[in-house]
């Protein structure tokens, strides 16, 4: 190659930087509407999984609460009686003095901090040797009541932790659920059908009482943790400014319109009543979905249920078809 004359030479360096250049990077392609539903579909389910395992750490949490303070209580009431029972150990102590001296485990007994006697095994075996082992008893109910305010609280703090890793990754979900539906545009709400005439067959009065408080709610929006026995409420985190229920939370607040209270969780008001397979099913039945029981509703009939199905919809009429279903309750 004569690379001496100048047009040549301007010519080469062309082509080379023509070669030497990057290909353009092809654009990833976008997705289709098909796709981002499937995906917000995805991102639901998945928040509706969050949802009830928040309902059932609260419940959880509730159960911890009611459990210490009935250790403090009992630890309380039974330090009272100790005291008493103490007093008695004083006077005994006041005997030995004057018939001798007291013992190592009398003056225990005495000591002001009647706590510190729980400990010394002395103490324990001075108690056995009385005729009157109230003391004793007393001293073992107190270790009981100790322990189960222990236990309580470490329940407690374990609820708690469970709690804060669920709202991490609530968080994460709902801000990728949020970039879904700012591509697919805001949704259209659904209407709703007038609520169907129910065919009460062998349903009973509670069951069908149930039934119409929870058609009585079509419309009331989706609220996540919401609803109560009195109603729709506001939930908590994103339900925070929603007044309405979820899934659970209709038909806790169906079935305490009839007397019957239910825990506001789907894993608890799956032990609620009597197990049913699908052909079993009557109206005011609870109807449940997936292996993790993450979607419930009330079956209303003819294949239909009323349900709370998901953050942005309302209490409305569908299908059991179309998920997987997990398996029926009846509560009455």
């Known amino acids: 190659m004569d690379l001496r004359k100048p047009s040549r030479l301007v010519a080469w360096l062309v082509v080379l930087a023509l070669v030497m250049s990057p290909l353009p990077a092809s654009a990833e392609p976008k997705p289709t509407q098909k796709e981002l539903t499937a995906r917000e579909k995805q991102l639901v389910d998945q928040l509706e999984v969050l949802t009830e395992q928040h309902n059932g ?37 006041i005997e030995s ?14 000591a002001d901090d009647p706590q510190a006697s729980l400990d010394q095994s002395a103490a324990m075996n001075y108690l056995a040797t009385q005729g009157d082992s109230r003391i004793g008893r007393l001293l073992q109910v107190m270790q009981s009541f100790s322990r189960a305010q222990r236990v309580a609280q470490d329940r407690a703090d374990k609820v708690k932790t469970l709690s804060d890793e669920s709202d991490k990754k609530r968080q994460r979900i709902l801000s990728t659920l949020k970039q879904v539906r700012n591509k ?73 319109q009839m007397g019957i209270n239910l825990p ?69």
């Open 184 to 256: 697919l545009g805001k949704p259209t709400t659904s209407t709703q059908d007038p609520p169907p005439v129910i065919n009460t067959g062998s349903a009973s009065t509670k069951a069908l009482g149930a039934v119409k408080a929870a058609l009585s709610q079509l419309g009331v929006p989706y609220s996540w943790g919401g609803g109560g026995p009195n109603g729709p409420t506001y939930g908590s985190d994103q339900g925070a400014n929603i007044k309405g229920f979820d899934c659970s939370g209709l038909t806790l607040y169906a079935y305490a």
């Open 57 to 93: 750490l609260k419940v959880r949490l509730e159960q911890a609460k009611r459990a210490a303070k009935v250790a403090r209580d009992g630890i309380a009431r039974e330090n009272s009686r100790f005291e008493e029972a103490r007093r008695q150990v004083v006077q005994l102590a």
């Open 97 to 110: 003095y004057k018939n001798g001296g007291a013992d190592q485990a009398t003056l225990w007994f005495t």
């Open 264 to 332: 506001h969780f789907t894993g608890d008001q799956w032990n609620a009543g009597t197990r049913l397979n699908k052909d079993q099913l009557k109206p005011g039945d609870l109807v449940f979905f997936y292996s993790d029981l993450h979607h419930m509703g009330m079956y209303i009939g003819n294949g239909k249920m009323v349900h709370a199905p998901q953050t942005g919809d309302v209490v409305k009429i569908s299908s059991i078809e179309g998920r997987p279903f997990a398996g029926g309750v009846r509560v009455t």
